[in-house]
């Protein structure tokens, strides 16, 4: 059986090939084949560490499902909880994400969006009353360094 570490492997290595993205339908069909490899393993153990939380987040938060943003925010916090950093821009990033998907501000801002490959990048709208310092504490842009990033991506399009 793999591991949780091979399935993420896995995941980014679909994500870093040229032709692959090409034809993003064969990386969704192997998600769902990863995500029930993932499932299984998730049955079998009674414990899993930080780092494996970690990469469930990762193999859950490419899913379009609600239901699987949900399990991805779980999963990232439950790995900041047990002590791994790099979680914590994940979960941020999940819950920006579950937010937006849900048609609602986004606390952190981490997502960006475009309608289409011609249109201009957008920052989701922001919840206002989320401060910089709350968004350092996830590891997490300022809100003037998303707004530059957004304008950065759109000079390079």
């Known amino acids: 059986m793999k591991t949780l570490a091979q399935l993420y492997e896995e995941d980014q290595a679909d994500r870093r090939d ?17 995500r029930k490899l993932a ?4 049955v079998k153990r009674k ?16 899913r379009p499902a609600i239901s699987h943003s949900r399990l991805a925010v779980r999963y990232a916090k439950r790995a900041c909880a ?24 986004q606390r952190y801002g981490t997502q960006f969006a475009r309608k289409n490959a011609k249109s201009k990048w957008k920052l ?3 919840d206002p009353t989320v401060t910089d310092e709350q968004r350092a504490k996830w590891n997490v842009l300022s809100l ?8 950065q991506m759109n000079e390079e399009n």
């Open 124 to 126: 989701h709208p922001v």
């Open 82 to 105: 047990m002590g791994n950093e790099k979680a914590k821009w994940l979960y941020a990033g999940a819950t920006d994400r579950l937010l937006s998907r849900r048609g609602k501000p």
């Open 144 to 151: 003037a360094e998303a707004e530059a990033k957004v304008k």
């Open 18 to 34: 040229p032709e692959l993205l090409q034809a993003f339908y064969l990386i969704t069909k192997r998600d769902t084949v990863r």
């Open 47 to 62: 414990q899993l560490s930080g780092e494996e939380y970690y990469y469930l987040e990762m193999l859950y938060q490419h």
């Open 39 to 42: 499932e299984a393993i998730v």
